[in-house]
């Protein structure tokens, strides 16, 4: 059974701080995706990572699939308030049009 | 822009009712999905088709049927609610073509059985 399992659940830190979120799996798959979910709506697509290693910006937030394809991480420099919500990662089920998701990590940028 | 749009944003009904949730999308997709979220558990799949009368159970289809009679819209039923299901439910769709392609969501109905 594919799993994805995200840390860490909570965090809470100042604006202009820099952060990691990590998303982790004991099996591989073929692309790793990264949705944003802001309260009282549903998750928006950030980035998809395919290839091992690769490495996608997004203005500050930069993302990188692992070389065995098991993980992924999420780094953003200089936090805003505006990045606060639920971020989670996800990932096609093998042979399926399915996704699972990771439990995610809620981040709260203070002013 | 493309569009998910479900029925509710906020229902409350109560145990032992039937309750119908409805999803549409305004993208041609093949393959819709029913999703709830709960804090600390992420979002489960119930159900999700990928074709007009075609459907398959996710993880969670206990307490739960689904209907795909048109290729736009997906509906989510509850033969008889119980407090459990409370809960924030999530309609998404994507392109059949390539699986893992990007999931479009709606903006979820939370619902809560009394």
């Known amino acids: 059974t594919q799993l994805l399992e995200q840390s860490p659940q909570f965090l809470s830190i100042q604006e202009g701080e820099n952060l990691t979120v990590y998303c982790n799996s004991s099996s591989v798959f073929s692309s790793l995706q990264w949705y944003r979910q802001e309260p009282g709506e549903g998750p928006v697509l950030l980035v998809t990572?395919?290839?091992?290693?690769e490495v996608k910006k997004l203005k500050r937030l930069t993302f990188q699939f692992g070389d065995a394809r098991k993980d992924s991480s999420l780094h953003i420099t200089a936090a805003q308030p505006g990045d606060t919500g639920l971020y989670l990662c996800?990932?096609?089920?093998?042979?399926?049009?399915?996704?699972?998701f990771g439990t995610g990590t809620r981040l709260k940028v203070l002013a | 822009d493309v569009k998910v749009t479900q029925s509710s944003r906020y229902l409350v009904k109560r145990t032992g009712e039937k309750v119908f949730l409805e999803c549409v999308q305004d993208m041609d997709h093949e393959n819709m999905f029913w999703y709830r979220q709960d804090p600390g558990l992420g979002l489960r799949l119930i159900y999700f088709s990928y074709d007009v009368k075609m459907k398959e159970k996710g993880d969670i289809p206990e307490g739960y049927s689904v209907s795909r009679e048109k290729k736009e819209r997906f509906s989510l039923i509850l033969e008889s609610a119980s407090t459990n299901q409370t809960s924030m439910y999530l309609c998404?769709?994507?392109?059949?073509?390539?699986?893992?392609?990007?999931?479009?969501f709606g903006p979820g109905t939370r619902l809560t059985v009394l």
């Open positions: 996800a990932g096609p089920v093998s042979g399926t049009y399915k996704y699972i």
């Open positions: 990572v395919v290839t091992g290693g």
């Open positions: 998404a769709s994507s392109l059949g073509e390539v699986m893992g392609n990007e999931q479009f």
